[in-house]
């Protein structure tokens, strides 16, 4: 067969096995096709999708490179190259692929908004506010330029100009749903509740298939406790463009009988989430004949010895057959169809038992027999949307580290400005309180079990709450003015983790008001 007619009929077989939901198929027919036909852009190019689809962020990344090099002013593939990066995290590389497709397209203003989102992960906010006001000026009557506009200066704290900038955005196109959405979310930031649902409402007339108005005003009703609202509209998180379903065929959300079949439960977004919610996985277990839980292949271990009667899987590993198939955070609402329990939550996890004196054993002896073992963790993801609100630069948590404490850091990866803080707070006389043992946490098995050999833990909202919380060690969560939907408002616990206590910084305020208050505690405790 020559080449063509072989690159040919590849793609046309990976392409059925796309249409029917079967990426990782897809994967196994183009990867030897692209191996072999290096040059073969179209090759390269469907192999990057079925990757990405597949849910192998990081192979995906790589390959999309490779159809870049060979494609270089293909707008639509930079775009998905940029979209591929950015979900995996790689956000230099998104930026310089969304830019050159911006530049290739005559300026679309949707690739303008992706190279804002990715500035703004960045914590580039004024390099893109100079960039939107530039074209703003050669275009004043552009309703979206007005609301980027708003949407930079939200995440500058600007709330004030934030709004005027959607009201602007709406005097000139009074039907851009975004705008009244993000009106909404403005007005729930600023815990003005009545007034977010307005906004909602008002979104929902211009458009009622608007999936970030419904995301958003699921987000609010959980945050307000209405999870009955709240999980049924959150299932159009698959349609704000943030998410996309793995697998074909409509999951399933608690209608129907499963006895006898195999059930899929799917991990779908951060590491934390995973753990949380895995805790709803048992309660599927009277109700189907088997059940398999794929998640991320770090939280694979951990979560198979904690969870008996349920066969768990990393998504480094094939996907099994299956009957039906539900992503992990719709199991509230599937589960609220089958029984009335709102809160349905395995049993704590429990650390390896060998982990744990093997890092019993690694752990450097305590300063003094008085002094408490407390895990640290201060930063999360940086390409989380909210990572510039929830996570913590060293230099501000340094205080904490005067207490009478040894301080075991619990997060694996830490940033390049906060290691160079380190060495800094290390070359002052006497501070030596804090050990840093990211190396050897290879998956949260081993985090698991060295927190484990902890008194307490006190963390960002990142996986290391979710993981002290569901071992079910003291922990205390720090948390911005306006958190996650998950922590709720106005309580200092939260029923997801009963050994979870909730510090929240005031709006307004600065983290260290909360660092100094819980550094007099632990002066005083000791």
């Not at 911006?102 to 690739?111: K, Q, T, V």
Request: proline content about 6%; glycine content about 8%; charged content about 20%.
């Amino acid at each position: 067969m020559a080449a063509a007619e072989y690159s040919k009929d590849i793609l046309a077989r990976a392409a059925q096995a796309f249409q029917g939901g079967d990426y990782a198929a897809a994967v196994d027919l183009l990867s030897p096709a692209a191996a072999a036909h290096p040059d073969d852009a179209d090759l390269a190019s469907a192999l990057a999708y079925a990757l990405s689809r597949a849910g192998a962020l990081a192979q995906a990344a790589d390959q999309f490179e490779r159809a870049v090099a060979l494609r270089p002013k293909d707008v639509g593939l930079l775009r998905d190259a940029g979209a591929v990066h950015l979900r995996n995290g790689t956000l230099e590389t998104a930026l310089e692929r969304y830019r050159a497709a911006y530049r290739l397209s005559n300026n679309d203003l949707s690739l303008l908004g992706n190279i804002v989102d990715v500035l703004l992960r960045l914590q580039r906010g004024n390099e893109a506010l100079t960039m939107i006001e530039g074209t703003l000026a050669l275009a004043p009557r552009a309703a979206s330029l007005h609301y980027m506009r708003g949407v930079v200066l939200g995440a500058l704290g600007r709330q004030q100009e934030e709004r005027q900038s959607y009201e602007n955005a709406i005097k000139l196109d009074p039907k851009l749903v975004d705008a009244h959405t993000n009106l909404g979310v403005l007005a729930r930031d600023q815990h003005r509740f009545d007034d977010a649902m307005r906004h909602f409402k008002h979104a929902l007339a211009i458009d009622p298939e608007h999936a970030g108005a419904r995301t958003n005003r699921a987000q609010t009703n959980l945050l307000l406790g209405q999870f009955t609202h709240g999980w049924r509209d959150y299932e159009w998180r698959w349609r704000d463009g943030v998410q996309t379903m793995p697998y074909a065929g409509a999951p399933w959300l608690g209608e129907g009988a499963l006895a006898g079949q195999t059930l899929l439960v799917h991990a779908e977004q951060g590491l934390g989430d995973t753990i949380q919610f895995s805790r709803y996985v048992p309660a599927l277990v009277p109700l189907a004949g088997s059940v398999i839980l794929r998640v991320q292949a770090s939280l694979a271990p951990l979560l198979r010895a904690g969870l008996p009667g349920v066969t768990v899987i990393g998504d480094d590993a094939p996907v099994p057959v299956f009957d039906r198939h539900v992503p992990l955070l719709s199991l509230p609402l599937a589960l609220s169809r089958q029984r009335a329990e709102p809160w349905p939550l395995g049993e704590p996890l429990r650390a390896d038992e060998a982990l744990k004196q093997e890092w019993a054993a690694l752990l450097p002896a305590r300063s003094s027999a008085a002094h408490p073992r407390i895990g640290l963790a201060w930063s999360g993801n940086p390409g989380h949307p909210d990572d510039r609100n929830r996570s913590i630069s060293f230099a501000e948590l340094a205080p904490l580290l005067d207490a009478p404490c040894d301080f075991i850091c619990v997060q694996k990866d830490i940033r390049p400005a906060d290691l160079a803080a380190i060495e800094q707070w290390r070359g002052v006389a006497g501070h030596d309180n804090l050990h840093l043992p990211n190396d050897a946490l290879r998956d949260f098995s081993e985090t698991a079990a060295l927190m484990a050999n902890l008194d307490s833990v006190i963390t960002v909202d990142t996986v290391a709450a979710h993981l002290a919380g569901a071992l079910g060690i003291p922990t205390v969560l720090l948390l911005p003015a306006m958190p996650d939907w998950r922590w709720q408002l106005n309580r200092e616990d939260t029923p997801w983790y009963p050994s979870v206590r909730l510090r929240r910084k005031r709006a307004g305020g600065t983290w260290a008001e909360i660092i100094d208050d819980l550094r007099a505690s632990l002066q005083q405790r000791g």
